[in-house]
């Protein structure tokens, strides 16, 4: 059974973008306990620092590009090296395969309230025309 469409599809997509910037945000603070795990197993040098920290910093400000048209874009992209985190620390495949999960459902979310995963939300039937 599929949910009924939104009303407002404006409004739906507004507040999912919403939603996939506060996971963006998790997961970047998520990343930064990574290398606390590390230096007890593994060590952790200065390319691993590195490349944490600056997934970490992209995964934050891609949060805030939620509101442009290419953000879920960038946003399903990051979560790649998101989930590849776990070749770092094994507890990361559990942690990024959560908030792929999660990523994944707010998109089907969008998908069935404004009509499409990505790209722009589409006039409702009946809107006057912008013209």
Not at 22 to 35: H, K, R, S, T, Y
Not at 63 to 90: D, F, H, K, M
Not at 108 to 131: N, T
Request: net charge positive; aromatic share 6%.
């Amino acid at each position: 059974m599929t949910a009924p469409r939104a009303a407002d599809p404006a409004r739906a997509a507004k507040a999912l973008s919403g939603a996939a910037a506060a996971v963006l945000l998790l997961e970047g603070i998520a990343v930064l306990f990574v290398p606390r795990g590390i230096v007890q197993s593994d060590g952790l040098g200065w390319v691993r620092l590195t490349v944490l920290l600056a997934l970490s910093v992209v995964l934050i400000l891609s949060s805030g590009l939620q509101r442009r048209p290419q953000g879920l874009l960038i946003g399903t992209v990051l979560q790649v090296p998101l989930l590849l985190t776990g070749l770092y620390s094994n507890a990361m495949w559990f942690v990024g395969g959560i908030f792929l999960l999660v990523w994944l459902y707010l998109l089907q979310i969008r998908k069935d309230l404004v009509g499409s995963p990505f790209g722009p939300v589409p006039d409702p039937p009946g809107a006057p025309d912008p013209r």
